[in-house]
């Protein structure tokens, strides 16, 4: 049993060293210490992780910030970015966009219009943008813009095509907020949270256009409501300004990379995946665990953002608890093998977990308290099970979006529950 505790415990430590390897202030520092702004600038930092991402470019550029404005999700602001007079800092709505959203896009229209016109523009920009910032096209409401983005969520469709159809409601997505920077330049960090690390997409494209709108979506996928309110008005081009320079400067692909550098540390053979996983989750569980069950001892690593197409009311958990139990289900009463799925944001679904780290004995712990693992798969209930059995994983706020890591790992039978 020890052997197996210490099993578990490296699991986590390899996920937390992917963590690291794209935590924002980290790589916002490493970059700016290599590319500088020159001059005086103001900060924008936008997303998930736009207080960590701050905390970077203070670190890097000092008094070269002379001023900034930092929205995030609630509760991901550092406490140490109140101790900077000159930031703003504001709470967005997340995972659904509220008044609170369209207040912080209103608030950044503001800030960038009382900017002097030579000032040069830091944004740093994060997942979760497309949520906390909005800024909406004439005839489209607050009611049109939540119901849009509750049936995003619930879906299964995968981030890129969301980010687009989000695009349409907007004003300052899509290259709009070009508009609105003047001639100032421009240099934009992002962390992606998007298959391709593309800003255009990532964060719907604030400062890059992705291409006309009516062409980003298959209408046979798509509800009649939400077709006629895409086709409303036509995105505007953004006028003219000078390139801005864009660098995405950390990705999913440097996460798996920290994970398998910290397994290779702790002597496992390690597999990295570069497949990027984006099926259903309970699918990929099924065939992750298939080829657990088929591999030899080691780690192994995957990455990217399985779907879930929620029932009418689903219960607890999200995409990455979902996609453990499903892989659960199929390890069932083997002692060699440990799975872990987590959002790198910390976060999976609407509760404070960020995923589960799963054994062969999870269901055998979970039937104790009367659960049973494909009637709560069916109900999208991953989460209640999972408390029940005791293999949910809490982070916190990470500093980091670059979706999902999964990891299994297969001991030598030797070193199973009974050692």
């Not at 415990?9 to 210490?33: N, P, Q, T, W």
């Not at 849009?148 to 907020?177: D, F, Q, Y």
């Amino acid at each position: 049993m020890k052997q197996f505790e210490q099993a578990r415990s490296e699991l986590l430590d390899i996920f937390k060293a992917g963590l690291a390897a794209v935590e924002g202030r980290a790589v916002v520092a490493r970059y700016l210490a290599q590319h500088p702004v020159a001059g005086a600038c103001s900060l924008v930092a936008l997303g998930k992780a736009a207080g960590a991402m701050a905390l970077g470019a203070l670190e890097s550029l000092g008094e070269g910030v002379i001023d900034g404005l930092v929205i995030s999700k609630p509760g991901h602001l550092p406490r140490e970015l109140f101790n900077h007079p000159q930031l703003t800092l504001i709470e967005g709505g997340h995972p659904l966009p509220d008044r609170s959203s369209l207040e912080a896009g209103a608030a950044l229209l503001d800030f960038l219009s009382h900017l002097p016109p030579e000032r040069a523009l830091l944004f740093l920009i994060s997942g979760g943008t497309s949520s906390l910032v909005e800024v909406l096209r004439p005839g489209v409401g607050l009611a049109d813009l939540q119901r849009v983005n509750r049936w995003l969520l619930g879906s299964g469709l995968p981030i890129e095509k969301m980010n687009r159809i989000r695009k349409s409601l907007s004003a300052i997505k899509g290259g709009g907020l070009l508009r609105y920077v003047g001639g100032r330049s421009v240099t934009g960090l992002f962390i992606s949270d998007v298959r391709w690390d593309d800003p255009a997409v990532i964060g719907s494209g604030l400062l890059a256009s992705g291409g006309e709108v009516q062409e980003s979506a298959d209408p046979g996928n798509l509800p009649d409501w939400l077709l006629e309110l895409m086709a409303a008005g036509k995105p505007e081009r953004p006028t003219a300004t000078p390139q801005p320079v864009l660098q995405v400067v950390a990705t999913l692909r440097d996460a798996r990379e920290g994970a398998a550098q910290a397994a290779r540390a702790l002597g496992y053979e390690t597999m990295v995946s570069h497949a990027f996983i984006n099926a259903g989750a309970e699918n990929v569980g099924r065939r992750l665990a298939l080829e657990l069950l088929d591999s030899r001892p080691g780690v192994y690593i995957w990455g990217g953002e399985p779907s879930v197409r929620l029932p009418r009311q689903p219960g607890r958990g999200g995409r990455n608890q979902h996609l453990a139990l499903s892989v659960a289900s199929v390890i069932d009463g083997t002692d060699d093998i440990l799975f872990l799925s987590a959002g790198t944001d910390g976060t999976d679904g609407p509760g404070e977990e960020a995923g589960a780290l799963v054994d062969g004995a999870t269901l055998m712990r979970a039937r104790r308290h009367g659960f049973d693992a494909d009637h709560t798969l069916a109900l999208a209930d991953s989460g209640s099970l999972l408390v029940a059995s005791g293999d949910l994983i809490c982070t916190g706020p990470t500093g980091t979006n670059v979706m999902d890591l999964m990891i299994g790992l297969r001991i030598e039978q030797k070193h199973g529950y009974g050692e």
